[in-house]
């Protein structure tokens, strides 16, 4: 016999005319190995069919399911609940747009991001189909990697006081993607270019430093060592826009 | 009623995972007018899950040195069993080395070959020269000659998806996601686009174009356990399906993948055994060299997923703490700590969460579990579908047929940029020759009908059911009665029961009011294409009468190419509760069918 | 998001390079800022040793006009200090809603540091302007005048018995704390954002160094009290 769990959710659907927000309670009987992914899907399949949540990968790769746990942004799929007390909350992230429940709009948010931030190569070189691929030392690769691991989960994001105050914060995440371009050779930006889209309070200068998105997000991206990163290449950067004749 | 908004465009892509990304990039730079249709963001599209690789021939590491397209092809027909298009299996392996290429321009971060000598945890010993230091390095996979799976470390599908995506994003091509394609909107004769329903608040929309694409991925989902994410249910091939016109092709093929880890079936990727990991049983013995001396755990999928459940039977199986299924372990403790955890990261992530397992240190239970489904929508060699005009399809929900009855690992990634790049194109050149009247009678009936479904699931007018109760009965049935190991009596219980489904599932009525993102609604509408999926495959493994590839028939356990090199084509007619099969014949005009070559042909009866 | 992307690439692109200087400015205040106490800990800490060398170090501040100087551009940086630091803290009611909620909901360390920073900001304020507004006005400064300062200067004296409770003393205590906190992990937060070091350890050394700046500061309040009660040493009160 598990334990009895009550799990209180978060409710709420715009889209039902006067349906209000509130906490909604749930009680189910935990078993061996259960995770959040399946605690939701049995509330939804048993007890409430109109529970509105997100799940896809159910394994900790996609970044769809990240929810407040406890307070906490988590991704709910990895989250046993047996590491959680016998009564525990469940809320959407903050920041983006709620679509119901638990539900919330990453995709637009994060769209615009890499708009906004151009996230892609910028290359003159066109690619020849018959051409080898030119060389690159294994190190950098990995170096790449690195940043790219992001699964656009939005934690970092909701876990941000700056973010949750500032609409144009793009939060450690909009950062970090900028770093991933900026190690990258293939990209041929100047790092004023760089400058351009991250170098302002909306990006790098509008982090005050608060750390929570290095404790919180769940792919353990080094968010702090790729933050300052970031803000020391663009203040070198601004200051050689602004002092054209300084040498840094 | 007509539907809230009605989009134009030249090509509709339904997904956004690889395949469609890819084709769609095709289009827009051919100029025309695209929008791309998600149930989810593109980045979270199950692309992103594939932690492997992708095969291509470039032979730039050591143990690929000599490795051409040729090879490439070879493999990939003695892993289809010669049940692929080998046509298309020819041109796909001639194209991939670019596609690699080319990915690397964009973006990805492939890992290099590094000169030096190197030990591999499995024992290899290679040496890589300076000449080829710095090009992009490839790892071992099952069911190959030569090593020539591209990665970037364990998050290859995932680095591929989003460097795709950023050519989405850099070519501004409209992305809907939260919006799932209901239903084609056709004629008899030419698609049209299709009926979506908004997943933010439940408005139905209409999308019309001149061509368009499904690229939604696998139906793994009618199983009740799957490697697969929650939303590969197949939905594009059951909508497809649905007109009646257009055939699913070998349905019944269906790839199990030897390393699913209970209690969730996530993934622990092939490159766990590629990199020298072992199978053991319950008595620590690593078993598979017993019956694949040569190939042991490298062996391709269906064979070592058969010899798996073989030995669980022959009483070798480890008592689960889960459930009542037993299972195997997958030992990677050898490879040592660091590159456990440097190379295999995502996997030793995988174990410590939600198995709370340090493979470095521990055994992870595994046991082979859905994870591809070689059939999908009937296309020829440039995408275009069976039955109907400008409808295309690519990726996992087509059957374009590179993989025949077994896909290698690799080659499905491989597959949705390939196709996505050749495919795209001949879409591009369709539409851009293609004009288009869209009957309007024709495109509001196809609304109104969806409509009045969803107001008569909303009422519960036919009926009752629980659709859930039914999605359950579906997989469990699949679990029991077309697995691993098929006999025409477990399929013919298998279909009747599938059919007791279906009829189910054509009265469901809802528990909940439907407003809004209604889970519940978005499920009901789509369960009764999912059993008519799933009755695609049971019914097809049920009268193919032979052993192939991943589909083995226990009371036909040797191929049969005298009768069956042939494709199956299933077709839906309207008001039927069975699909009605048609078979294409399977031309091997290049490498004509022999032995695999993985010691199955010799194997005996479980050594003790 | 589109907004503001708009806004800047139409308006003005420069307005990006504004953003990196003031924000370079705040750190070199608060670098100043926190240099500046640190010293002025240690200088007050003289005391410890003996009012003459505290006398002797002040008397030479005076004299290479060092405090004439030093005053007014402390003050100057401190004002700048606030006008730019200012702008970071939740001003708004709906944003310290916000705050609050989010750092109860998250019970997130740095978090929850970050808010008694921006708390400790206030009361080092208003209670900088009084100390200093103190100090100007009972010019010179001398152990004898400091003591007197730190150990009296209430309203009224509340005495039980013998003892007399210097009342002062805890307006200086609390500033201490404040100005230690707020200026400690400001100068982590700077640090964390250019980054060289690990946090956590970086975390331990500051707190180290904090603690160290407390107790010394402490002592030296001791002291005051001390030459205060006793007229021996200079004490001017009783
Ligand atoms: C765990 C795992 C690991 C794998 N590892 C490897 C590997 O290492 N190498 C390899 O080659 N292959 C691997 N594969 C297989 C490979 O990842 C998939 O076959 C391939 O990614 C499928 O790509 P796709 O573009 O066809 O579909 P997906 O990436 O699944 O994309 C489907 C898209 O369709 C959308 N969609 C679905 N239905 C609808 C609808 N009704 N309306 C609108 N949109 C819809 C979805 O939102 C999604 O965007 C792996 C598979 C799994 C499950
Ligand atoms: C009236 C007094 C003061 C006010 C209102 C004030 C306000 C603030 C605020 C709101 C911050 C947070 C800024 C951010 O998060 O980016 C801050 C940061 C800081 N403050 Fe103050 N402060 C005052 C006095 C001082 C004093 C006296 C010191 C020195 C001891 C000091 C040192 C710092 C430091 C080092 C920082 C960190 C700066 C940064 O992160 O860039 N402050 N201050
Ligand atoms: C530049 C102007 C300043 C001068 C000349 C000055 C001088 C002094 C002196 C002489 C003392 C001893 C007690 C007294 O005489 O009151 C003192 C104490 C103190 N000052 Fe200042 N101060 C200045 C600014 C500040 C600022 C800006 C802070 C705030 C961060 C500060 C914090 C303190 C504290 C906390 C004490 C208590 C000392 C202790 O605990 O021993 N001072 N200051
Ligand atoms: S940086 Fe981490 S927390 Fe932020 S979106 Fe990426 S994975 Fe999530
Ligand atoms: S939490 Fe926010 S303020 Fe900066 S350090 Fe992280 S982005
Ligand atoms: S469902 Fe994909 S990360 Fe949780």
Redesign the pocket.
């Known amino acids: 016999m598990g334990r009895q769990i009550t799990i209180s959710c978060f409710r709420f659907n715009p889209n039902i005319p006067g349906d209000k927000p509130r906490m909604q309670d749930y009680k189910l009987e935990e078993y061996e190995g259960m995770t959040l992914f399946i605690a939701l899907n049995d509330i939804r399949e048993k007890l409430d069919p109109t529970l509105v949540f997100d799940f896809v990968c159910r394994a900790a790769i996609c970044g769809s399911c990240a929810m407040l746990i406890n307070g906490r942004p988590r991704l709910a799929c990895k989250t046993m609940t047996r590491n959680l007390p016998s009564h525990f909350t469940v809320m959407p992230l903050p920041v983006f747009k709620l679509i119901g429940d638990l539900s919330v709009d990453t995709g637009k948010w994060f769209r615009d991001l890499q708009m906004r931030t151009e996230a892609w190569i910028h290359t003159t070189k066109k690619f020849d189909f018959n051409a080898l691929e030119v060389r690159m030392d294994n190190k950098i690769a990995e170096e790449i990697y690195e940043p790219e691991r992001c699964v656009e989960c939005g934690c970092c994001v909701a876990c941000c006081i700056t973010a949750n105050i500032r609409d144009d914060f793009m939060g450690a995440t909009g950062i970090n993607r900028v770093c991933r371009f900026i190690i990258d050779p293939r990209d041929e930006r100047a790092d004023a270019e760089y400058f351009e889209v991250v170098g302002d309070e909306g990006g790098t200068f509008g982090c005050?430093?608060l750390m929570a998105c290095d404790d919180m997000c769940p792919m353990e991206l080094p968010l702090q060592e790729n933050l300052a990163f970031v803000r020391r290449k663009m203040a070198g950067a601004g200051l050689k826009l602004t002092f054209p004749g300084i040498k840094l | 009623m007509s539907a809230k908004n009605t989009h134009y465009c030249d090509v509709l892509v339904i997904g956004a995972g690889l395949a469609a990304n890819r084709s769609a990039i095709e289009a827009a730079q051919a100029g025309l007018s695209v929008i791309i249709l998600s149930l989810v963001p593109p980045r979270r599209s199950h692309s992103t899950a594939a932690q492997g690789g992708m095969q291509a021939s470039l032979g730039n590491v050591a143990m690929g040195k000599g490795d051409n397209p040729q090879i490439h092809f070879e493999d990939t027909v003695k892993g289809s069993d010669w049940g692929c298009d080998q046509e298309v299996a020819k041109m796909f392996c001639e194209t991939v080395p670019s596609m690699i290429r080319q990915l690397d321009s964009w973006g990805v971060p492939w890992n290099r070959v590094t000169a030096g000598k190197k030990k591999y945890a499995s024992g290899i010993e290679t040496e890589d020269t300076k000449e080829k230091e710095g090009l992009i390095t490839a790892r071992d996979f099952g069911g190959t000659a030569k090593w020539r799976c591209c990665y970037t470390s364990d998050g290859t599908g995932h680095t591929v998806v989003f460097v795709v995506d950023t050519v989405v994003c850099k070519l501004n091509i409209p992305v809907h996601d939260r919006v799932e394609a209901i239903s084609l909107i056709h004629d008899g004769v030419t698609c049209y686009g299709c009926v979506a329903r908004d997943l933010r608040n439940g408005e139905l929309n209409v999308y019309l174009a001149k061509s368009t694409i499904i690229g939604t991925g696998g139906a793994g989902r009618i199983y009740a356990a799957s490697t697969n994410a929650v939303i590969c249910e197949g939905t594009g091939g059951a909508i497809a399906l649905k007109t009646g016109l257009v055939p699913l092709g070998n349905m019944e093929a269906i790839q199990f993948h030897p390393t699913g880890m209970p209690p969730v079936y996530i993934l622990m990727t092939e490159g766990a055994r590629g990199d020298g990991g072992y199978l053991l049983d319950k008595n620590m013995h690593r078993f598979m060299p017993d019956y694949e001396p040569k190939k042991k755990e490298l062996a391709s999928r269906d064979v070592v997923s058969r010899r798996m459940v073989q030995h669980i039977r022959a009483g070798f199986g480890v008592d689960s703490k889960y459930s009542t299924q037993q299972h195997l372990w997958l030992d990677i403790r050898h490879l040592g700590q660091k590159w456990v955890w440097t190379n295999l990261r995502e996997i030793a992530n995988i174990a410590m969460n939600f198995n709370g397992v340090d493979p470095a240190k521990e055994l992870v239970p595994v046991i082979p579990t859905q994870h591809y489904t070689m059939g999908g929508v009937r296309t020829n060699k440039d995408g275009a579908a069976y039955g109907l005009k400008g409808l295309f399809a690519m990726g996992e929900a087509a059957c374009w047929d590179l993989h025949g009855f077994n896909r290698l690992g690799g080659n499905s990634l491989a597959e949705t940029v390939t196709a996505g790049y050749i495919c795209g194109k001949q879409v591009a050149k369709y539409t851009l020759g293609a004009t288009q009247d869209f009957n309007m009678k024709v495109v509001e009936d196809a609304v109104k009908f969806e409509e009045e479904n969803i107001n008569n699931l909303i009422s519960g007018k036919n009926g009752k059911e629980n659709v859930y109760d039914i999605r359950t009965a579906m997989g469990t049935t699949m679990m029991e009665h077309v697995h691993i190991f098929r006999t025409g009596k477990a399929l013919e219980q298998g279909v009747a029961k599938l059919q007791e489904l279906y009829k189910r599932s054509l009265k469901i009525g809802l528990r909940s009011s439907g407003q809004g993102a209604n889970p519940e609604l978005a499920l009901a509408i789509k369960m009764p294409g999912q059993v008519r999926t799933a009755l695609c495959v049971a019914y097809g493994a049920l009268m193919r009468t032979e052993s192939r590839g991943s589909h083995f028939r226990e009371d036909f356990p040797k191929r049969d190419d005298a009768n069956w090199l042939k494709r199956t084509l299933a077709y839906w007619k309207e008001g039927a509760d069975l699909p009605t099969l048609d078979y294409e014949p399977v031309a091997t005009p290049l490498l004509p069918p022999g032995d695999r070559g993985y010691g199955e042909a010799s194997a005996g009866p479980v050594k003790k | 998001m589109e907004l503001a992307k708009n806004l800047n690439a139409s308006v003005n692109k420069s307005f990006g390079k504004t953003d990196l200087l003031v924000d370079l400015a705040?750190?070199i205040s608060?670098?100043i800022?926190?240099g500046f106490?640190w010293m002025h800990m240690l200088f007050v800490a003289t005391i410890v040793v003996s009012p003459e060398l505290f006398d002797a170090l002040s008397e030479g501040l005076d004299k290479y006009y060092l405090a004439q100087f030093g005053i007014p551009a402390t003050i100057l940086v401190?004002i700048i200090?606030?006008f730019l630091?200012?702008r970071?803290?939740p001003l708004r009611l709906r944003d310290l809603r916000i705050t609050y909620r989010m750092a109860s909901l998250m019970k997130h360390y740095d978090t929850w540091v970050?808010v008694g920073?921006?708390i400790t900001?206030?009361g080092?304020?208003i209670m900088?302007s009084m100390h200093l507004w103190t100090i100007l006005t009972h010019w010179p400064l001398r152990a004898a005048t400091s003591a007197a300062r730190v150990a009296s200067n209430g309203p009224a004296d509340i005495t039980w018995g013998s003892f007399t409770f210097p009342y002062y003393v805890v307006f200086y205590v609390i500033f201490l704390i404040f100005?230690e906190y707020?200026?400690g992990f400001?100068?982590y937060?700077?640090l964390v954002?250019w980054g060289w070091w690990e946090r956590h350890t970086m975390g331990w050394v500051l707190k180290g160094i904090t603690v160290i700046i407390v107790v010394l500061g402490l002592t030296a309040l001791y002291t005051f009290t001390k030459i205060a009660a006793n007229p021996a040493l200079g004490g001017a009160i009783h």
């Open positions: 005050v430093g | 705040q750190s608060g670098v800022l926190i106490l401190i200090h606030i630091a200012g970071r803290a970050w920073q921006v900001a206030l080092v304020g900088a100005g707020h200026g400001g100068l937060r700077i954002k």
